[in-house]
């Protein structure tokens, strides 16, 4: 993987909780399985980065439970969602942000939009951004686009995004690609970049 | 069609200059028909909106020759677009902007993004925006996205909106209805509703 | 007061932690008495803004320890300030948001810069925002040409709002009363105003 | 005069029209002669400025003669103004944007308000910016404002703004120095750093 300048890791909405917990009586599905490794993969990418120095920020989305702030995202396909309080709200468990690091909440589904993702991008002297998290087709989709209109290269980790279909990941994936050619990475990729970057002393 | 409140119509990159001509010894495209079809739509729906005091907001990309303000939009899979000077820069030809009109221009994707188009919403105390122009995939995608994330409630009129591709147009046009579940009309809807609107006097 | 449409009030860096609070051994200045009495106007007119159901929004800067989010601030007249965890960081004692209440951090001067506070002010309809807390000639003051700029009719109360000096308090509230020639107004009238507002069933 | 970076120059509203013409039968006032100094002044300094490849940024503030752009800015002090076509809308006679540099209408007061001037900052890979033209008080301090927040290095030439008034054009001076203490410089200490600059080959 090439990448330019500073760079800085963005996990956008990895939320859903306590995603290792199996109900009473359940036997976990395949859908159980392929989350908590996206999850294992997410926690291992945090880890180097945390390890070579490259930022991570951290975007959660929230609503009041009176939804008054959910603006027009009950007139698509989904119902309320990201509400303070509920179970899966919460970013997934395995996850934790640490005091040093930004943790933002938004309203939207841009991690830019309405929020101070510019203002921390800009601390960092960030020219780069990775991004991780879902869905890929919406969250990850609006944030790439925005980090790109404002001349950010980006990279997109494809294992470690999840669309709300397949056929939805596979499309916004290709439209992030129409945009910058050479965005699309795997996890194996971005860690053999990490390993090569020099080590915090 | 159902749509709220004060509406206004955004025609997005419609541009390609003298889409008329015909180069001396060359025969006519499906996809010469296509475009001064799409045109011709284009204009009867602008006209109707005149007669109803909808009003029309103009949006067109332009970069300086020296291309200093592409951003990073020659990472991907387009060349140098909608150069200031270039044959294919202006509005198609038979579309034409009123002075009372605004004509913004904007340097990246999102009609939304460095523009004035939201001053210009507030001041016509919009509540909904109809869409049309190109590409489905880019520009009318991006700024569909970001009308929505701005409470508007958006209208795209899909036999007046043209992708890079048919695939990527169809693609888009799902993501838009997949974020507001009305969203989707044709010219014909358009012009129906428009028809009911009280004349001006 | 005259105020039009749908009104928010604006409560900006009404910080300082415990300032009811006079270390042992010391004597209350007339500073302190003066912070008090101001907190105490502000307490009552957020209680009475509740009581008539107009909504109230808060808004906190605050820095991470290690400031790398501080942009410029400490290249002018104050040095590092609202550290997380530092004493005088938090609200001021006495003033508490509800659960139902907007609690908006901020990087920079201004509470629309890289906020939520747009989306909060469309979420609630608002054409008209009244402004209290401090510094009168930073974030107050830039807060209020935001406003300005993005079309609301702003009120700022002159006596809850506290300058970094007399003089510059002086001339910002005339910098606001030269944008909008009605926007300088009491705690007085706000109140008699909210007086004539219909109460909450 | 220190400065840091890649740094651009902003004409903010340096319009007038025909400021050298003085109609038939009056004679010439002080404030006359002030204003051709001011923009004698301002030519020299863009002369340098390009001589020395440090980039002009051009903003215009313009609205339409029907005035719905205006937005809350007939509630304050001033008529309107900076009408498409009025005499005095125009750039003043001698400054002249070259094709190559950008040339911004705005329809605020801050110049970064619903303009691309961010994204052409970025073009340039700007660190600080150097601002003339007026008012003092209004465009340039909310711009300088706007462009710490952005954490630009802001330099202001205090014998090339004027001000609504003397005391306002005073007051706005000592609001900028507040929150960057070295950002007040004088055309002589601008011309004496550009003279040690490169110069283009």
């Known amino acids: 993987m090439h990448i330019t300048g500073s760079t800085v890791l963005i996990v956008v909405d990895f939320q859903g909780g306590s995603i290792d917990h199996i109900p009473d009586g359940q036997q976990p599905t395949a859908d159980h399985f392929e989350r908590v490794a996206m999850r294992d993969r997410a926690k291992a990418l945090i880890s180097q980065c945390r390890d070579t120095d490259i930022p991570v920020v951290w975007i959660q989305e929230v609503h009041k ?46 991690a830019f939009f309405g929020t101070e993702l510019d203002i921390v991008l800009k601390a960092y ?44 990941h596979d499309d916004a994936l290709e439209m992030v690609r129409y945009v910058q050619r050479n965005s699309l990475v795997t996890s194996d990729d971005v860690s053999a970049w990490l390993a090569q970057q020099p080590a915090l002393v």
Chains 1, 2, 3, 4 share one sequence.
């Open 65 to 110: 439970p009176h939804l008054q702030d959910i603006g027009r995202e009950l007139d698509g396909s989904e119902g309320p969602h990201c509400v303070e309080g509920w179970e899966g709200t919460p970013i997934a468990d395995g996850l934790v942000p640490t005091a040093d690091e930004f943790h933002i909440p938004k309203r939207r589904y841009s």
């Open 125 to 168: 002297k960030a020219e780069s951004v990775i991004l991780i998290g879902g869905f890929t087709d919406i969250c990850v989709l609006y944030t790439a686009i925005d980090a790109h209109q404002r001349d950010f290269h980006v990279r997109v980790v494809t294992d470690i995004v999840g669309g709300s279909s397949k056929q939805a």
